[in-house]
């Protein structure tokens, strides 16, 4: 059997009352998996978490989501699987509003901006067509430390970039940030954000604030035979 995981990880402080637990999420996956992270989830008493709240941003997320309508590969969105209202928990919205949304992504190239509202679409409809879990989890690897991949990514499209990645990655800092100035008893949060994100996040908690990892687990996204 082989398959996709993800990392949870707990952090802890000596400078600080806050235990921070980081979800680096994938935003496909099998039911069980999100239902693990929800129970972790209710464990804590504040959650952080992103969503652009743009039709922009729901356009890019065909990019993926369209996969999970073929009923034979049993996998569902974070969206639809993670209802965080019905954790019982103080939720944090560490995002892009949708005015800074829109203002990030008029910045954009048209030709960019055409190319990804187009592409992202027909992507999703080829993985719907052709995806196999096991198709899907090869494209899934994610690392948790910053990476060439990434600067390669973005190399001719600062702008999309820090749409996408930098002005967010900057919000939940921010309110990372707040949280610990904040806190005056011992509190865990939990922090639910795309798996992409988190290596800023952990340099930021390691350099600045003295924050190491207490403990860590793999959760399975998905399991396939090969």
Request: charged content about 25%.
């Amino acid at each position: 059997m082989f398959g996709v995981r993800a990392a949870h990880y707990r952090l802890e402080s000596p400078r600080h009352k806050v235990e921070i637990r980081l979800f680096p999420m994938i935003h496909i996956g099998a039911p069980d998996y999100y239902a693990h992270v929800a129970a972790r989830l209710q464990q804590c008493e504040v959650v952080l978490f992103e969503g652009a709240r743009s039709s922009k941003a729901h356009m890019l997320a065909l990019s993926y989501s369209l996969a999970t309508r073929r009923k034979r590969l049993g996998l569902v969105t974070e969206r639809e699987a993670l209802r965080l209202r019905s954790l019982g928990v103080r939720l944090i919205h560490a995002d892009s509003t949708s005015d800074e949304f829109a203002k990030g992504w008029s910045g954009i190239p048209l030709q960019t901006r055409l190319a990804l509202m187009v592409g992202a679409p027909l992507y999703g409809a080829w993985l719907f067509l052709t995806a196999t879990r096991e198709s899907l989890g090869q494209d899934m690897q994610t690392e948790d430390l910053e990476s060439r991949d990434r600067q390669d990514a973005f190399e001719d499209e600062p702008e999309l970039e820090r749409t996408l990645l930098t002005r967010r990655d900057s919000r939940l800092i921010g309110a990372l940030t707040s949280l610990l100035v904040e806190a005056t008893q011992p509190t865990c949060a939990g922090v639910l954000y795309g798996a992409g994100h988190i290596s800023a996040v952990t340099r930021f908690l390691f350099d600045e604030h003295a924050f190491r990892v207490v403990g860590s687990e793999w959760l399975d996204v998905m399991i396939y035979d090969r």
